[in-house]
């Protein structure tokens, strides 16, 4: 085995890891990829019998990498920033495989990714490299270009308009996908009031329709109403899923998808839906784990 074969072993063993730190920064699969890929070049020019923390190494060129990313997409999208939807991790009901399960560390919900996408690039990168991956202050510091207490007053900012606005989701995935069978079984009935019933009362309803554009409704009337008029007129098979490691449905027109949902269920109602239905990006979702 030469040097070269050597190193790409060595980085592959960090690969999962390297592509969870990406996904929370960036929330899309496809720039993930990009930026772990970014990685590994940097590496193959670097002197890497050098590093002596070669984990260490690689989380801090992902989260340059990322920081980039995220500062090059906020000068350039007209939209408002957070009403783009991350990409959904889809599994099986009975569970998800060791990449998934890395990707969606301590719970990475839509919902929570949301929030994220509402923080400057660099509170974002401070708060997930410390709080969900424990880089040191001391090495996210020199990343943002501040000094190891201005990275953590950063951390801390973006910590508190987290839990002011992430929901807290249930934990039992069975008492998940209660909640959000009893919801549709309400929508197919077209039965308003267990709708109602079934949504928190402030309740947020977002969708990322593609070329249509995109929706944001707030409350369970108003999002009662959308659930029943869609399910009126809709032929679509619901197929059950983990979305993100939450229970969510797929909807499909024969083989081909047509939304993916995302129920974040807190108390014992449905607190906040994101809904993908835009063709192109659905269309890059690997399904396979469904079959």
């Given at each position: 085995?030469?040097?070269r074969?050597?190193?790409?072993?060595?980085?592959?063993?960090?690969?999962t890891?390297?592509?969870?730190?990406?996904?929370?920064?960036?929330g899309?699969l496809?720039?993930a990829d990009d930026?772990?890929q970014?990685?590994?070049?940097r590496?193959s020019?670097?002197?890497?019998g050098?590093?002596?923390n070669?984990?260490g190494?690689?989380?801090?060129?992902?989260?340059?990498?990322?920081l980039d990313m995220l500062?090059s997409?906020?000068?350039?999208?007209?939209?408002?920033?957070?009403?783009w939807?991350?990409?959904p991790?889809?599994?099986a009901?009975?569970?998800?495989d060791p990449?998934q399960?890395a990707?969606?560390?301590?719970?990475?919900g839509?919902?929570?990714l949301v929030?994220?996408?509402?923080?400057?690039?660099?509170e974002?990168l401070?708060?997930v490299l410390h709080?969900?991956?424990?880089?040191?202050f001391?090495?996210?510091a020199?990343?943002?270009?501040?000094?190891p207490?201005?990275?953590?007053?950063?951390?801390?900012?973006?910590?508190?308009?987290?839990?002011g606005a992430?929901?807290v989701?249930?934990r039992?995935?069975?008492r998940?996908?209660?909640v959000?069978?009893?919801?549709h079984?309400?929508?197919?009935?077209?039965d308003f009031?267990a709708?109602?019933?079934?949504?928190?009362?402030?309740?947020?309803?977002r969708?990322?329709?593609?070329?249509?554009?995109?929706?944001?409704?707030r409350?369970?009337?108003?999002v009662?109403?959308q659930?029943a008029a869609?399910s009126r007129g809709?032929?679509?098979?619901s197929?059950?899923a983990?979305?993100?490691?939450t229970?969510?449905v797929?909807?499909?027109?024969?083989?081909?998808?047509?939304?993916v949902?995302s129920?974040?269920?807190s108390g014992?109602?449905?607190?906040?839906i994101d809904?993908?239905?835009?063709?192109?990006?659905?269309?890059?979702?690997d399904?396979s784990v469904?079959?």
């Amino acid at each position: 085995m030469d040097e070269r074969e050597f190193l790409a072993e060595r980085f592959e063993e960090h690969r999962t890891h390297l592509k969870a730190v990406a996904y929370r920064m960036l929330g899309s699969l496809a720039e993930a990829d990009d930026a772990v890929q970014e990685a590994w070049l940097r590496l193959s020019r670097s002197d890497a019998g050098a590093v002596v923390n070669l984990g260490g190494w690689l989380t801090t060129v992902v989260g340059r990498v990322c920081l980039d990313m995220l500062r090059s997409r906020t000068s350039r999208r007209e939209d408002p920033i957070d009403e783009w939807l991350p990409d959904p991790v889809i599994a099986a009901p009975g569970g998800t495989d060791p990449e998934q399960e890395a990707l969606l560390a301590d719970s990475v919900g839509l919902a929570l990714l949301v929030v994220l996408e509402s923080l400057s690039p660099a509170e974002r990168l401070a708060f997930v490299l410390h709080d969900t991956f424990a880089v040191p202050f001391e090495e996210i510091a020199p990343i943002v270009g501040r000094s190891p207490d201005a990275a953590r007053q950063l951390a801390s900012r973006a910590r508190r308009r987290v839990r002011g606005a992430a929901p807290v989701p249930e934990r039992d995935r069975a008492r998940q996908r209660a909640v959000v069978e009893a919801f549709h079984a309400a929508a197919r009935a077209g039965d308003f009031e267990a709708l109602v019933a079934v949504l928190d009362p402030d309740v947020e309803l977002r969708a990322d329709l593609g070329a249509a554009g995109r929706q944001h409704l707030r409350g369970a009337r108003t999002v009662a109403g959308q659930a029943a008029a869609f399910s009126r007129g809709a032929a679509y098979t619901s197929r059950p899923a983990l979305v993100n490691g939450t229970a969510g449905v797929v909807a499909m027109d024969g083989d081909r998808p047509v939304s993916v949902l995302s129920f974040t269920v807190s108390g014992g109602r449905i607190v906040a839906i994101d809904i993908l239905a835009d063709p192109v990006r659905l269309a890059r979702l690997d399904l396979s784990v469904l079959d």
